[in-house]
């Protein structure tokens, strides 16, 4: 149990800009597109960098693979209406559809608790932009991810092929099913809430592998479900605020 107020203070923080870079231009994350010209790719790298010392190393994510791949994946090129400050800021973000990217650090937290290795089939529940979906892919070997909403899906298949993620598989559905044909998963990283753990996806679950799933109405348990050969085993880790899982009849489209 590694829950705080402190953690409870920045995972529920949703939308206050904090404006930490100098230059900032004040735009929050609301704001409608962005028009201007991008920085350098080595002033992005910067802010990257930035990033994860001051909102993940600072917080106590230590796995080394993960805070690379929070380097490496371009968050900005996933919300392109975001200015790139706001991209890389210590907020979730709305998308479309009045979904949200979540705030980088809840991104590192879960991908550490689902102790990815180079090997892993991955398996993510909400896809929205596909920058989580990105993450997984600088972690796994394969990663399946699923998204409800068309728009979503079909837009974020684009910006992981515009990235260049082409070890990420996008299903347009209900990911409360899981998606068996991929099972078994290694790991499972679920960001939209269910009011409790899917059925289908502790089935889907391989043996040795870790379900990260927030678990609640408004405020959610994030709750780290681990399959061993003698059960399951369900630890709650931190308070956390996600949109909820929404259940539709299954789509097929890929
Ligand atoms: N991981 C995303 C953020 C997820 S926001 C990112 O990195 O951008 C939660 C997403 O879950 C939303 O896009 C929402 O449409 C989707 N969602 C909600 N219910 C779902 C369900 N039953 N199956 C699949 N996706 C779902």
Redesign the pocket.
Known sequence: MRGSLSVLTLALSSLTVACPQTGCTGNGPGRAGFDGQLPSDSALAVLRHEMVRRQITARGVRDTAVLRAMREVPRHL??PEASPTAAYGDHPLP?S?G????QPYI?AFMAEAAEIDPMDRAL????????????LAELAAEVY?????PE?ADR?RRALERTGYDNVHVLT?????GWPEHAPFDAI?V??A?PEVPPALVEQLAVGGIMVVPVGRVLQDLRIVRKTARGIVEETAIPVR???????PRDTTR
Do not use: C, K, N
């Open positions: 996933f919300v998308i559809h979904q949200t990217i979540s991104v993510e529940i909400g896809t929205g932009s596909g920058y989580g979906a990105a993450v991810t699923i998204e409800i909403v979503l974020a559905g209900d990911g409360w099913l990283v960001t939209a269910p996600f949109v909820p899982m929404v259940r539709q």
